[in-house]
């Protein structure tokens, strides 16, 4: 019998690749369905959401207030930083004043670090770097400051960098939420049965992921760009968690309130509903 295949997109780093080892080890009996892993960086993924290119994908819970009409939120794949996040550096030490007058290195404007700086900083001069060139563009000094996510929150400081703020951290003292960065999206022309399905298996291979960590660490540690086992299961710890197999009430109430914020900072065109499959 033929399988249903499902395009199933998810960025090339540690934490998703721990998410779906399961999956991509087929660990899982999958009732009928495949899955065709496409694995790019997440502006990537948010642009190809907005042309609802794939049946589940990873997406930036900004990128998100953008594609409702076609993709639902599901209930599991969250990626929450609770009191730490995506991280300004810099080569020198800035204040809040310098950085509005520098130029700052993003990893996409679509990505939920880039709504939470101009959520912490008002407007910002920035310029879109890939996610792993961004350090490179700081020590060179083609920038002076940039926006890190996925392991570079971790590596920093191997590299001499200066912490300036931590969106994470900032978002947790104003709200006293864990900031929302990331979720996988179903498009909803699936239907429901299949929607049902999929999202079974999805929480599935997270689960069994961290009910099998040696193995499923050492698989995500080649999309952890050098980092040794001890640090990717570090970071791999921060980002697949208990909000990771259900966002939970702090959850859904924590993406409420940023895009909510979003939307009165006139950062996103209208106010979102949630839609959670």
Do not use: C
Not at 48 to 72: C, F, G, P
Not at 163 to 170: L, S, T, V
């Amino acid at each position: 019998m033929n399988k249903r295949e499902i395009t199933l997109g998810h960025s090339p780093d540690p934490d998703d690749a721990f998410m779906f080892y399961a999956l991509a080890a087929d660990k899982l009996e999958t009732d009928g369905l495949s899955f065709k892993h496409i694995i790019e960086d997440i502006e990537t993924l948010n642009r190809r959401a907005i042309n609802a290119e794939l049946d589940v994908t990873a997406v930036s819970i900004h990128a998100y207030a953008y594609v409702l009409d076609q993709y639902a939120l599901l209930t599991s794949g969250a990626s929450m930083g609770d009191g730490y996040g995506p991280l300004l550096i810099s080569r020198d030490p800035m204040s809040k004043d310098e950085l509005r007058r520098a130029t700052i290195a993003i990893p996409g404007t679509m990505t939920t670090a880039y709504l939470a700086l101009r959520l912490y900083l008002g407007e910002a001069k920035t310029v879109v770097v890939p996610f792993d060139k961004i350090m490179d563009a700081v020590a060179n000094r083609e920038v002076e400051a940039g926006l890190l996510i996925h392991e570079g929150q971790l590596t920093y400081v191997k590299r001499g960098f200066h912490k300036i703020a931590d969106m994470g951290e900032w978002w947790k003292s104003e709200t006293g939420l864990p900031l929302p960065l990331g979720g996988n999206a179903i498009r909803k022309s699936l239907g429901l049965e299949l929607i049902a399905k999929v999202s079974d298996l999805l929480r599935e291979s997270i689960q069994y992921g961290l009910d099998h960590r040696e193995p499923a660490v050492r698989h995500s540690m080649k999309y952890g760009r050098g980092m040794e086992e001890s640090l990717t299961d570090k970071f791999v710890g921060m980002y697949v968690n208990d909000y990771t197999i259900d966002y939970g009430e702090s959850g859904r109430e924590a993406v409420r309130l940023l895009l909510d914020r979003a939307h009165k900072a006139g950062l996103i065109p209208h106010p979102i509903q949630l839609e959670f499959a």
